[in-house]
């Protein structure tokens, strides 16, 4: 007994250190980086998904409380004791989602789609449901086969988001270069996946190796956290300000571009042959520039004006590959869209940075697939 008060009193201070510290970066991000956030007025900011990871380091340390407590005395019937369980898991699963929906990395159906999210809550919500309603039915006890059928539900919605975490994590780290620390991170969820199995399958009970493989996974799960933060702040920090950003389209295939933060100052580039990276380039540059409202975006999916986000990822790659940038300095596609939601991009340029030759903007509006820019540049 007084081994396992002091494995869950650690736990406790691990998770309320790690939320504490979340937090503290938060409030960093919001007082260094409020311009840059100002003028990213979208809904995917990076520091609202480091509120939700903080917020699930808090369900810990009050279910750590609630499990501390129940340890001195029994305080409550085991349907309370079951059903307090059950709210425990739908916060701490809703807060973990709600925070992979502003990973930029996360498997698209999610970043990409609210509704698909809105769907997930509905799902974790039946399913702990489901589970309170299997203990009132079968109880904590374990089946003839060692299965606690009441816990099953829950694991097997553990899993689910044990796998959006990982690929979520990995594919973060790995592309901002922590190639290490994304394969760490892996391990460290799927060590915090291992950890719940032992409330399912009752032959895998050890009391000491569980709570040593709880307390491990998650300072090593926090620690992992602390470096995501951290990488968000340094991205942040690269990130060029919209009012400091030039865009000039000055012929067909060729533009100037201007990011001090990224030592781009008045560079040519020349699109060559692809054409069709230029174009979407210009029809982006036309709507910032002379639409209004929500006409300033353009829909990229299947279906929508441009068919697929690949052609977005491959105008900065061109640019990248003609500037010869290094590492650091390489634009990335968020430096230069923005992402509205809904499948909608819009430059993050502002309208007065960006200049359109005058007979290059007529010849393209002039153009038969073209004809829809022609109400838009009411501005001319």
Same mark, same amino acid.
């Given at each position: 007994?007084?081994?396992?008060?002091?494995?869950?009193?650690?736990?406790?201070?691990?998770?309320?250190?790690?939320?504490?510290?979340?937090?503290?970066?938060?409030?960093?991000?919001?007082?260094?980086?409020?311009?840059?956030?100002?003028?990213?007025?979208?809904?995917?900011?990076?520091?609202?998904?480091?509120?939700?990871?903080?917020?699930?380091?808090?369900?810990?340390?009050?279910?750590?409380?609630?499990?501390?407590?129940?340890?001195?005395?029994?305080?409550?019937?085991?349907?309370?004791?079951?059903?307090?369980?059950?709210?425990?898991?739908?916060?701490?699963?809703?807060?973990?989602?709600?925070?992979?929906?502003?990973?930029?990395?996360?498997?698209?159906?999610?970043?990409?789609?609210?509704?698909?999210? @809105? *769907?997930?809550?509905? /799902? =974790?919500? #039946? +399913? %702990?449901? $489901?589970?309170?309603?299997?203990?009132?039915?079968?109880?904590?006890?374990?089946?003839?086969?060692?299965?606690?059928?009441?816990?099953?539900?829950?694991?097997?919605?553990?899993?689910?988001?044990?796998?959006?975490?990982?690929?979520?994590?990995?594919?973060?780290?790995? @592309? *901002?270069?922590?190639? /290490? =620390?994304? #394969? +760490? %991170?892996? $391990?460290?969820?799927?060590?915090?996946?291992?950890?719940?199995?032992?409330?399912?399958?009752?032959?895998?009970?050890?009391?000491?190796?569980?709570?040593?493989?709880?307390?491990?996974?998650?300072?090593?799960?926090?620690?992992?956290?602390?470096?995501?933060?951290?990488?968000?702040?340094?991205?942040?920090?690269?990130?060029?300000?919209?009012?400091?950003?030039?865009?000039?389209?000055?012929?067909?295939?060729?533009?100037?571009?201007?990011?001090?933060?990224?030592?781009?100052?008045?560079?040519?580039?020349?699109?060559?042959?692809?054409?069709?990276?230029?174009?979407?380039?210009?029809?982006?540059?036309?709507?910032?520039?002379?639409?209004?409202?929500?006409?300033?975006?353009?829909?990229?999916?299947?279906?929508?004006?441009?068919?697929?986000?690949?052609?977005?990822?491959?105008?900065?790659?061109?640019?990248?590959?003609?500037?010869?940038?290094?590492?650091?300095?390489?634009?990335?596609?968020?430096?230069?869209?923005?992402?509205?939601?809904?499948?909608?991009?819009?430059?993050?340029?502002?309208?007065?940075?960006?200049?359109?030759?005058?007979?290059?903007?007529?010849?393209?509006?002039?153009?038969?697939?073209?004809?829809?820019?022609?109400?838009?540049?009411?501005?001319?």
């Amino acid at each position: 007994m007084l081994v396992e008060k002091f494995h869950i009193l650690t736990q406790i201070f691990i998770s309320l250190l790690g939320g504490v510290l979340l937090l503290a970066i938060w409030y960093n991000i919001r007082q260094r980086f409020s311009k840059i956030l100002e003028d990213d007025d979208n809904q995917k900011r990076v520091d609202k998904g480091l509120v939700f990871l903080s917020l699930a380091m808090f369900v810990w340390v009050l279910s750590g409380i609630w499990t501390y407590i129940g340890l001195n005395g029994e305080i409550a019937s085991p349907t309370m004791r079951q059903l307090v369980r059950s709210l425990f898991s739908i916060l701490n699963n809703l807060f973990f989602l709600l925070a992979l929906f502003y990973f930029y990395y996360a498997p698209a159906f999610l970043y990409k789609n609210e509704k698909n999210v @809105q *769907r997930l809550i509905y /799902l =974790i919500v #039946g +399913i %702990s449901a $489901l589970s309170f309603l299997l203990f009132q039915r079968f109880g904590e006890s374990a089946n003839a086969a060692g299965i606690r059928i009441s816990f099953l539900p829950d694991l097997l919605l553990s899993a689910f988001l044990s796998g959006l975490l990982a690929v979520s994590f990995y594919q973060t780290f790995l @592309q *901002r270069g922590f190639k /290490l =620390i994304a #394969g +760490i %991170s892996v $391990l460290v969820i799927v060590a915090i996946f291992a950890s719940q199995l032992p409330e399912v399958f009752a032959g895998l009970d050890n009391t000491f190796v569980n709570n040593l493989v709880r307390i491990v996974s998650k300072t090593s799960l926090i620690a992992i956290f602390l470096v995501l933060a951290t990488s968000w702040v340094i991205q942040l920090a690269n990130t060029p300000k919209a009012s400091e950003m030039q865009l000039k389209f000055l012929d067909w295939s060729i533009v100037k571009i201007t990011i001090p933060s990224k030592e781009i100052i008045d560079q040519t580039i020349d699109f060559g042959s692809k054409t069709t990276q230029y174009k979407n380039l210009l029809k982006f540059g036309i709507r910032r520039k002379y639409a209004e409202g929500s006409n300033q975006c353009i829909e990229v999916f299947a279906g929508g004006e441009i068919n697929r986000q690949t052609y977005l990822s491959r105008i900065i790659d061109n640019i990248n590959e003609i500037l010869q940038q290094s590492d650091p300095q390489k634009l990335e596609r968020r430096d230069i869209f923005t992402f509205i939601g809904n499948g909608k991009y819009r430059l993050r340029i502002l309208s007065e940075n960006i200049y359109i030759e005058e007979n290059l903007l007529d010849e393209f509006i002039k153009s038969e697939e073209n004809k829809a820019y022609q109400g838009i540049c009411n501005k001319l």
